[in-house]
């Protein structure tokens, strides 16, 4: 070590010596970034950036070396074989490229520091050509112990120093370990190998270069070297900005709602979660404010969903004016946004909730149109109504919902007595859904039959659910949370299909009657759905038919009558159902050719005991008569009532008396064959024949 120190304070240039070691350090910083983005891309982008680090290494090494020996003092005529000194920069370039190609393959310790020792034989191998090369005026000899141990140190050193960059466990400081070690690998070798050369003068005449020459020509070489680093660095940091760009670009995508720039359900869920832990830190409350917009759908089906989406955007601005230090506001999806904040006063969360309340229900003016939206607002406390992130967003969302079932002007807060039947049909739309995907439904079939001809001409489809814990659950149940959630259609869909389905595989040519709902009528795609079951079914349309109520048609009675004529265009017979009660309007009548009425159970029910429902019946026979439209008469349970019609010249009947709704097989026998029959002995679930 002596004899090193000697070297280079004695035998060498101090300035040309400082001006190597800060290209050896500024190169090997930019190797290690370089080598760094070859570890972390794969296939044609790793290959670039193991090229990179390659000419970076070897532009580095070379550069190194020839500035250190242009700071040696020979004290004898120096030259430079042209040829071996670009063959050194190559075998620089090349040797360290496979060293840094190898550590690179596969990560791991072993084929790091492996590498590792290829780079350093590679630096090895560049500073004894770049010695050949270097010719003198006098004997050179070399002291082999001092040789062997610059190329040992180059070796541990450099595998040492791959090993550093290819470490997951140095963290943040793997970068600054391993460019140390690079530079100890190239200084090392080269300064402790200049320490073994011993030069004998053969003439101490003039040298080709002053040192003045010398300087100049060690500035320009190393000049040219931190041009070739200093590119591979920029080309690195550049690389490492644009994907650092990107990903937060793309976090910011993940994390936020592209329409309207509020935090989305991820980011939500992650701020309640600190916010939990800041209340249970400090002893707080902490509200959670769940909001749905009242009157957006109004806004997207008049005026299109151009002029919704600039009504979020005007309104999310609004929320976000509305927030104080230490609140939020996010939108989970369509009309639904939910805010938390913190609080130690109940007047607090008051007045935050009175915020949202003014920034919601104040009107929206854009272009032409003013839309006053409002909110249905529910509210659920930290940790008075739950003590985790789930159960307390799920009882705000239980207080939104009451509060837009009732209607409710002000925000509703979190009963637990009150939203337990929120929850419970909650639940259940979600085992309907269930339901409805796994095929776990079931149809049953009530006969409808001729009263003169005791015939049956049909069977009403019958939809039944039993849920695998509640048992039964009767469809004037969970039919209407259909509606309310969004299911209407998959259920509308899914017993059209099962009943053409079972038709179908009848031994006999009876009809199948399936109703229809308001909310279904009012799809532009029923016709094509209907045509395309029966398509795939077999089922001929004239066995098919539909049954609707006129509250149905007159929500939207255009269209709807639109969509009837769709609908009887392709063969389905139409019938009105529960005629007598609702509109009972005779211009729906006049407006379309229904292929049978049927008279509401309400008038048969009382025709034991009121005249004035005979007389109705009567008439509404006759009205029947006259436009020559069948009645089928609802409800039929005893035999008097059965009379009754056959006196007034009833066309059809159904009810328990002919025959309860049962499941598969449909034998399509009379329910008249073993006439007479008597009233059931149990009085029947009225309930559980509703369709």
């Avoid at 840094?100 to 590498?115: E, I, K, P």
Wanted: hydrophobic fraction near 50%; charge should be negative; glycine fraction near 8%.
């Amino acid at each position: 070590m002596i004899d090193v120190a000697l070297c280079i304070a004695r035998d060498h240039d101090p300035w040309l010596v400082l001006l190597a070691v800060f290209v050896c350090c500024t190169g090997a910083f930019a190797i290690a970034q370089m080598f760094g983005r070859a570890q972390a891309t794969t296939g044609g982008q790793r290959f670039g950036w193991l090229f990179l680090t390659a000419v970076g290494a070897g532009a580095t090494i070379w550069c190194t070396h020839f500035v250190a020996m242009l700071a040696y003092k020979a004290e004898v005529p120096v030259s430079l074989d042209p040829v071996l000194t670009i063959v050194s920069l190559i075998v620089a370039i090349a040797g360290t490229g496979i060293g840094f190609a190898l550590a690179a393959w596969r990560r791991n310790l072993v084929r790091s520091a492996l590498g590792g020792g290829v780079v350093g034989l590679a630096i090895s191998t560049m500073h004894f050509t770049g010695m050949a090369a270097y010719r003198v005026d006098g004997l050179v000899t070399w002291r082999w112990s001092y040789v062997a141990a610059s190329v040992l140190c180059s070796v541990i050193f450099a595998g040492a120093a791959l090993a550093a960059l290819g470490s997951r466990k140095l963290g943040r400081y793997r970068v600054a370990t391993g460019t140390g070690l690079l530079v100890t690998a190239i200084a090392t070798l080269h300064f402790v190998a200049m320490t073994a050369l011993e030069i004998t003068p053969l003439r101490l005449s003039e040298t080709p270069l002053d040192p003045g020459q010398m300087q100049a020509l060690g500035l320009a070489t190393a000049l040219v070297g931190l041009v070739v680093i200093a590119t591979g660095v920029f080309a690195a940091l550049i690389d490492r900005w644009t994907r650092s760009d990107a990903m937060e670009r793309l976090h910011h995508m993940a994390m936020n709602d592209a329409l309207t720039g509020l935090p989305n359900r991820v980011s939500f869920q992650e701020q309640l979660a600190r916010q939990l832990d800041i209340a249970r830190a400090g002893g707080g409350q902490l509200g959670v404010v769940a909001i749905d917009l009242n009157r957006f759908k109004e806004i997207n089906d008049v005026h299109g969903h151009k002029a919704g989406d600039d009504v979020l955007v005007a309104l999310a601005q609004r929320l976000r004016g509305a927030m104080s230090r230490g609140e939020m506001v996010a939108r989970l999806g369509g009309d639904e946004f939910v805010a938390i904040t913190r609080f130690s006063d109940r007047a607090q969360l008051v007045g935050f909730t009175t915020r949202i309340g003014a920034a919601l229900d104040t009107p929206v003016s854009l272009g032409a149109f003013e839309a006053r939206v409002g909110a249905s607002i529910g509210v659920a406390v930290y940790p008075q109504d739950a003590a985790n992130a789930h159960v307390l967003t799920n009882n705000a969302d239980l207080a939104m919902y009451r509060a837009k079932s009732e209607g409710a002007v002000a925000p509703c807060f979190y009963d637990a007595a009150l939203d337990e039947a929120i929850r419970e049909r909650r639940e259940l739309a979600n085992d309907l859904r269930v339901a409805i995907d796994g095929n776990l439904l079931e149809v049953h079939y009530q006969v409808q039959a001729s009263v003169t001809t005791h015939a049956v001409t049909g069977y009403e489809a019958l939809v039944r659910w039993k849920h695998p814990v509640r048992g039964n659950i009767s469809p004037e149940i969970f039919i209407p949370i259909a509606e309310e959630n969004g299911l209407i259609l998959s259920l509308g869909e899914w017993v059209m299909r099962r009943a053409c389905t079972d038709a179908v595989s009848w031994e006999h040519d009876s009809k199948v009657a399936v109703n229809v709902s308001a909310v279904q009528l009012a799809h532009a795609d029923l016709p094509r759905l209907f045509h395309q079951i029966m398509l795939e079914t077999g089922l001929p349309p004239r066995r098919l038919e539909v049954e609707l109520t006129e509250t149905a048609i007159m929500s939207d009675r255009v269209h709807a009558l639109h969509v009837l004529r769709q609908i009887k265009a392709l063969g389905v017979g139409v019938a009105l159902d529960d005629f007598g009660t609702g509109y009972s309007s005779l211009e729906t009548l006049r407006a379309f050719p229904f292929d049978k009425i049927k008279l509401d159970r309400m008038f048969v029910s009382e025709l034991a005991d009121s005249p004035q429902a005979t007389a109705i019946i009567r008439a509404v026979l006759a009205l029947g008569k006259s436009l020559a439209i069948p009645v089928l008469a609802e409800g039929i349970e005893t035999e008097q009532q059965l009379q009754v019609l056959q006196r007034e010249g009833c066309d059809e009947a159904q009810g328990f008396l002919l025959g309860y709704p049962h499941p598969l097989p449909v034998t399509g026998r009379s329910p008249f064959a073993d006439r007479p029959l008597d009233v059931p002995a149990v009085e029947p679930d009225r309930k559980s024949n509703a369709a």
